[in-house]
Nanobody
Framework: QVQLVESGGGLVQAGGSLRLNCAAS????????MGWYRQPPGQQRELVAT???????SYAGSVKGRFTISRDNAKNTVYLQMNSLKPEDTAVYYC????????WGQGTQVTVSS
């Protein structure tokens, strides 16, 4: 079955950087769209960024210019480079893929200290 496995979360000071990685397995062919969502403490899950198989990307306004999403289609992997992190970026980050349906990773914690 399809599985998404994230890595790369952790604790960082404000202004620092982290890179999240997400590898998909159980895939036959190509994944249309992959992306990242996040759920801050006590809040609903929100979209962070998406990347299509043909190179299109989109970002939430709150992260535009600071975060960069990229994909390695051959490896069915998606990355999220997060720079200039702020305390309000603290959240559980979830990898997401559209492959005939929604698939989610288990989540990875990102904590940004002030």
């Amino acid at each position: 079955q399809v599985q998404l496995v994230e890595s790369g979360g952790g604790l960082v000071q404000a202004g620092g950087s982290l890179r999240l990685n997400c590898a998909a397995s159980g895939i036959i062919g190509n994944i249309n769209t992959m992306g990242w969502y996040r759920q801050p403490p006590g809040q609903q899950r929100e979209l962070v960024a998406t990347a299509t198989g043909d190179g299109g990307t989109s970002y939430a306004g709150s992260v535009k210019g600071r975060f960069t999403i990229s994909r390695d289609n051959a490896k069915n992997t998606v990355y999220l480079q997060m720079n200039s992190l702020k305390p309000e970026d603290t959240a559980v980050y979830y990898c997401w893929a559209w492959y005939g349906g929604d698939y989610w990773g288990q989540g990875t914690q990102v904590t940004v200290s002030s």
